[in-house]
Each structure stands twice: as structure tokens, then as C-alpha cells.
């Protein structure tokens, strides 16, 4: 579960937590998830855009800042690129902005930040292809590891 990856967005650092809590409150007398803690493994990711969401709690200025704070490509002066938006999955495509300064700058490449590189390569382990609650499940069905991505696959290999 990846929590905090647009900035603005606060209630989902706090969401990851409170599901932290309640599935291990949960744990204790609930024979159901006593089982799944005891087959599955959780990964949860409570800030993934640490930078932006640092950024966010500056000042009146920043609050609605969503990107991260990667510098921008060569010739720009703005920062960030939506992490959103820069997964390999449709990359460029839906909703984004090839413009820098732009809210929804996806990125000069897709898995161009780090941010995104590292739960992309985290996902990649066979073993952690598992559910995920996705940022925006629209967006992101074919993320890499994403509930979605074996249900195309035994589509395309029809
Ligand atoms: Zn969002």
C-alpha cells in the first residue's frame, strides 16, 4: 500500500497509519486476519513523496503542492514531476502534462524518479506481485505488481 504520493494529499500518510492499527488491533481476536498476517505479507508505504510532502507543510505557499522536489529537466526552472504519473503504465498518456512547471509534469521518461523506480523495482520480486490499494486505481491498474496486471496478461496470451 503506497501512501503519500502526491503531496497535497495528507489524508492518505494518515490513512496507511490508521490501517497499520486497526489490522494489527485487528490481529489480536480476529481469527481471519490472524491468518492472513500469518500467509501474506504487508508492505505499506506510509510517504512515498517525502520531499513534497515536506514541502507541502512549509507555508500558506506550498500547501498545495502535489510533485515531488527532483529538479527539473535541463531549461526548466520549476521542480517536481508527479509520481502519479510517471509509473511505466501508459506512460505519457492520460491526464498528464509534458510541461515542467505543470502540476502533472510526468516526467522526462517514464521511472525517471526515484520514487518511482524503487517501488517499481520493489514490485518486480516475484513474491511481492501481490494486491495492492492503488493511489488511483484508474490510473494505475497496470502498475507494476497491481491486482490488475495478471488478469492482462491472461488476456494478451489469448
Ligand atoms: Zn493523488
Redesign the pocket.
Known sequence: MDCG??AR?WITPAFCQYFVREILQAYKTDPKMQAMMTNMDFYVTPVLNIDGYIHSWKDNTTRLWRKNRSPGPLNCTCYGTDL?RNFNANWGTLGVSFDCCDPTFCGTKPVSEPEAQAVTYFRRKPERRLPVFP??PLLQQDAPGSIWKPQLHRQQQR
Open positions: 504520493i502526491h494529499e502519479n493511489h488511483h
